[in-house]
């Protein structure tokens, strides 16, 4: 018998527009930081996810101790980096797979699928986890940074560590049109059968998710208000990457590094949050389904 859907458990109707509005990338950068935190004190944002293995993941844990931030643990495999690197926490074992030739993490998925073993990686999550949790940080959930882990070589793993440390997955309902636009379409049977298991022992999963957000826009808060009034009946996650612009932010990631403040800029606009307190949707965090999940 199929459990009660996770927006019964948490009070609502399947007619209702929930929405998670999640800040990715928290530690990569002292910029990214700074801009995280503003945006959850501004209260549009409503949680977070942190690169554990990054170089300035320490400052996210001090912070994250001073009030209840919701934050999860950006499970990470890759540094998309050229000159910009972090390595794995687990091993310096080339055995492991967890390292490109610069004994950092891979730079690409398809690399670190192709090269990590599924042993190297869950004691790599594992670890993460653990540091996460050692550092103070109160954990709400877990995902994934660039997909990963989500990969079928290790979303068992993710899945499993979900459950071993009583904290809920990042977990889309994904369809076989989505998997097949994402390379994944000879696994849709495969995810599928996982999906309609972990919906029926009642594991949280996504209804809708928004993860293409990055991109120069000329009012980057009017593309996100019209992503927000646009939403349809379920739970939505939606993903941004705010960092104020900085030499550190310019030097670390040139490309991205305008789009990057300008999801900050949106994020902490008073314009946006009196809109988005207008429309007829509901923002929550994680901290919420963990609740649930471990009840």
Wanted: hydrophobic share 40%; with cysteine.
């Amino acid at each position: 018998m199929t459990d009660e859907p996770i927006l019964q458990k948490l009070g609502f109707s399947q007619n209702d527009k929930i929405v998670i509005l999640h800040i990715d990338d928290m530690g990569f950068s002292h910029a990214a930081n700074e801009a995280a935190f503003e945006c959850l004190d501004f209260d549009i944002a409503s949680c977070g996810s942190v690169i554990v293995p990054s170089p300035w993941f320490l400052e996210v844990a001090e912070l994250a101790k001073k009030s209840k931030y919701d934050i999860g643990v950006h499970l990470t495999l890759t540094c998309e980096y050229d000159t910009y690197r972090w390595r794995a926490l687990s091993s310096i074992d080339p055995e492991s797979g967890l390292l490109a030739e610069d004994r950092c993490l891979w730079k690409t998925t398809e690399e670190a699928i192709a090269n990590v073993t599924a042993d190297a990686a869950e004691s790599e999550m594992r670890m993460q986890i653990q540091y996460a949790k050692q550092s103070g940080i109160d954990l709400t959930h877990l995902d994934t940074h660039m997909g990963t882990v989500m990969d079928p070589k290790f979303i068992q793993t993710y899945l499993s560590l979900a459950f071993e440390y009583n904290i809920p997955a990042f977990l889309p309902k994904i369809s076989e049109e989505q998997l097949f636009l994402m390379g994944l379409g000879e696994y849709a049977e495969i995810y599928r059968n996982l999906l309609d298991s972990l919906e029926s022992r009642g594991f949280p999963l996504i209804d809708h998710m928004i993860i293409d957000t990055g991109g120069v826009y000329p009012n980057k808060t009017q593309y996100y208000l019209d992503l927000l009034k646009g939403l349809e009946p379920g739970l939505t996650h939606l993903i941004f990457h705010p960092a104020k612009m900085t030499p550190e932010l310019r030097s670390i990631t040139p490309d991205s590094a305008e789009w990057r403040n300008q999801d900050y800029k949106a994020f902490t606009d008073p314009d946006l949050r009196e809109a988005v307190e207008k429309l007829d949707i509901t923002i929550i965090g994680y901290r919420k389904i963990r609740d649930v999940f471990r009840r």
